[in-house]
C-alpha cells in the first residue's frame, strides 16, 4: 500500500520562476492539504482540496495556488518565486472531509531552494 | 484561533530509558484532536499518535504513549525504552473536529538519544 508520494525530492529555481509541485495521496484518501515548513519551524498550512475544490486556504498570497485532479492527485504551483520562498512543501492526504480523526498522512516533502 | 507551544527546543536521552516531551495548546474550540507527528532527518512527517479531547482514556501506540489533562491544556508524549532511531524533530498539532480545519503545528523539539 503505497503511502503519500511527492515530487520531485528537490527543486532548484532562481527568482521570478515559476515552480509546480505534485503529490499522489495514500490509496483511499481524497482530502489533499499542502504545507510549507521554513527551516526550523514547524509547518504551516498552505490549503487543502477536496472534491477538486479548495476548501481551505492559510494566509498565504495568491502566488501560491493549486489543483486537485479526478484521480485526487494534487499539485501545487507558485509563481513568481521569491528568496522567501524557499521551504520543505509537505502534501498530507486524508480519508473524507471530517473530524480530527481523519488522520493527515504526509508524503517526504519536496525541498525547494530559490537562488 | 488555536496555538501549539513546544518549549523544549532540544531533549537528549539514554538509549533504553523514558523521555517526555512537552506540549500545551491553545483553543476556544470544545472538541478538537491533538497529535503528535515524528520528523527524520529525510523531512517526511511521520504521524506518531492520536488523542481526541472527549476521549476519557490516554492514548497508547507501541512505546508511545500521550499524557493528555484537559484541565492543564497539555499533552505530553513519553517515548519508553528510547532507541537510537528516534533521534529526529518532534511535533506536536492539533486541529478543531469542525469543518475540516487544517493542522497547527508547534515549532517543534529535537530529541537525540545518546548510546
Known amino acids: 500500500d503505497a503511502g503519500v508520494t511527492q515530487s520531485p525530492t528537490h527543486l532548484i529555481k532562481t527568482r521570478g520562476q515559476q515552480v509546480t509541485l505534485r503529490c499522489s495521496p495514500k490509496?483511499?484518501?481524497?482530502?489533499v492539504s499542502w504545507y510549507q515548513q521554513a527551516l526550523g519551524q514547524g509547518p504551516q498550512f498552505i490549503f487543502q482540496y477536496y472534491e477538486e475544490e479548495e476548501r481551505q486556504r492559510g494566509n498565504f498570497p495568491d502566488r501560491f495556488s493549486g489543483h486537485q485532479f479526478p484521480n485526487y492527485s494534487s499539485e501545487l504551483n507558485v509563481n513568481a518565486l521569491l528568496l522567501g520562498d524557499s521551504a520543505l512543501y509537505l502534501c498530507?492526504?486524508?480519508?473524507?472531509?471530517?473530524?480530527?480523526?481523519?488522520?493527515?498522512?504526509f508524503g517526504a516533502g519536496t525541498r525547494l531552494s530559490v537562488l | 484561533a488555536q496555538k501549539i507551544t513546544q518549549t523544549q527546543p532540544g531533549m537528549f536521552v539514554q538509549e533504553k530509558e523514558a523521555v517526555t516531551l512537552d506540549c500545551t495548546y491553545d483553543t476556544s474550540d470544545q472538541s478538537y484532536g491533538l497529535f503528535w507527528y515524528k520528523q527524520p532527518s529525510s523531512g517526511e512527517m511521520i504521524f506518531l499518535i492520536y488523542q481526541g479531547s472527549y476521549d476519557e482514556q490516554n492514548a497508547t501506540e507501541g512505546r508511545y504513549s500521550l499524557n493528555f489533562q484537559k484541565a492543564r491544556k497539555s499533552a505530553n508524549l513519553v517515548i519508553s525504552a528510547s532507541q537510537l532511531g528516534d533521534s529526529a524533530m518532534y511535533f506536536c498539532?492539533?486541529?478543531?473536529?469542525?469543518?475540516?480545519?487544517?493542522?497547527?503545528f508547534g515549532k517543534g523539539t529535537r530529541l537525540s538519544v545518546i548510546a
Open positions: 498530507a492526504s486524508a480519508r473524507g472531509w471530517g473530524p480530527a480523526k481523519n488522520i493527515q498522512y
Open positions: 490509496s483511499g484518501h481524497d482530502t
Open positions: 498539532a492539533m486541529r478543531a473536529n469542525s469543518g475540516n480545519t487544517p493542522l497547527v
